[in-house]
C-alpha cells in the first residue's frame, strides 16, 4: 500500500516570491512514480510535474521543480516566481507497478498575495 | 472534444434514488479511472478499467456502486440508493497507456449532492 502525506493544510507567498509545497511517500514498491497536480476552484485536476523513482536528476516543467530526496521519501514541490494564478489546491500524489491508480495525499491549498 | 468529459456537472438525488455518472475519456485512452473526491479531501480511487476489462475496482466503497465501459470508451458510474455519504465529487481521469508513469488527464468531475 502506498501513502503520501502532505502536512501543509494552507500556505500562504508573495507574489514573485519561491514557494515549497512539502509532500513524504511510503511505498515499498521498487519502481514508483510521484505527481504534482494542481486543482483551481473549477475542479478539474492539472497535472504539473512527474518523477520517477530511477530517474536520478530531479524533474523541472517551467516554473515548477520537484525535489527529490529518495533517502528521505520526500517529494517537495518548489514554484518559483509565484503568480496569482497559482492560488489552488495542490495534491501530491503516487503510484507503482503494482498499483496502475494514483494515490492522493490531502492537498495543500496555496494562496498567492498581491 | 479535446479533453475527458464527464457529465452531469452537478447532480442532486434524494436519498435512495439510484444515479448515474457519465465519463466520455480522450480519444484512442486505453486506461480509465474513476475516483471519489469527499470536500475537503484528495480524490481516493474507485475502480480502473483497461479498454472494456474491469481490472481492479477495489475502490468501490459498497456494491450499491457499479462501473461499467462496455466498448472501451464511454464509462458510467452508478449508484444505487443513494446515501447522503454518497455525496461528493466524483473524477473521472484517462491514460494512453498501461503504465504506472502515465500523466492522467481528469475531467471537470460530477459533484453529486443527495439529500
Known amino acids: 500500500a502506498q501513502k503520501i502525506t502532505q502536512t501543509q493544510p494552507g500556505m500562504f507567498v508573495q507574489e514573485k516570491e519561491a514557494v515549497t509545497l512539502d509532500c513524504t511517500y511510503d511505498t515499498s514498491d521498487q519502481s514508483y512514480g510521484l505527481f504534482w497536480y494542481k486543482q483551481p476552484s473549477s475542479g478539474e485536476m492539472i497535472f504539473l510535474i512527474y518523477?520517477?523513482?530511477?530517474?536520478?536528476q530531479n524533474a523541472t516543467e517551467g516554473r515548477y521543480s520537484l525535489n527529490f530526496q529518495k533517502a528521505r521519501k520526500s517529494a517537495n514541490l518548489v514554484i518559483s516566481a509565484s503568480q496569482l494564478g497559482d492560488s489552488a489546491m495542490y495534491f501530491c500524489a503516487s503510484s507503482s507497478g503494482s498499483a496502475r491508480q494514483l494515490t492522493f495525499g490531502s492537498g495543500t491549498q496555496l494562496t498567492v498575495l498581491p | 472534444g479535446a479533453g475527458v468529459s464527464q457529465s452531469p456537472r452537478y447532480k442532486v438525488a434524494k436519498r435512495g434514488q439510484d444515479v448515474a455518472l457519465r465519463c466520455d475519456p480522450i480519444?484512442?485512452?486505453?486506461?480509465l479511472f474513476w475516483y471519489q473526491q469527499a470536500l475537503g479531501q484528495g480524490p481516493e480511487f474507485l475502480t480502473y478499467f483497461q479498454n472494456e476489462a474491469q481490472l481492479d475496482k477495489s475502490g468501490l466503497p459498497s456494491d450499491r456502486f457499479f462501473a461499467e465501459r462496455p466498448e472501451g470508451s464511454v464509462s458510467t458510474l452508478k449508484i444505487q440508493r443513494t446515501q447522503q455519504e454518497d455525496s461528493a465529487v466524483y473524477l473521472c481521469a484517462s491514460s494512453w497507456g498501461f503504465s504506472h508513469t502515465g500523466e492522467l488527464f481528469f475531467g471537470e468531475g460530477s459533484r453529486l449532492t443527495v439529500l
Open positions: 480519444s484512442g485512452h486505453v486506461s
Open positions: 518523477q520517477g523513482s530511477y530517474d536520478e
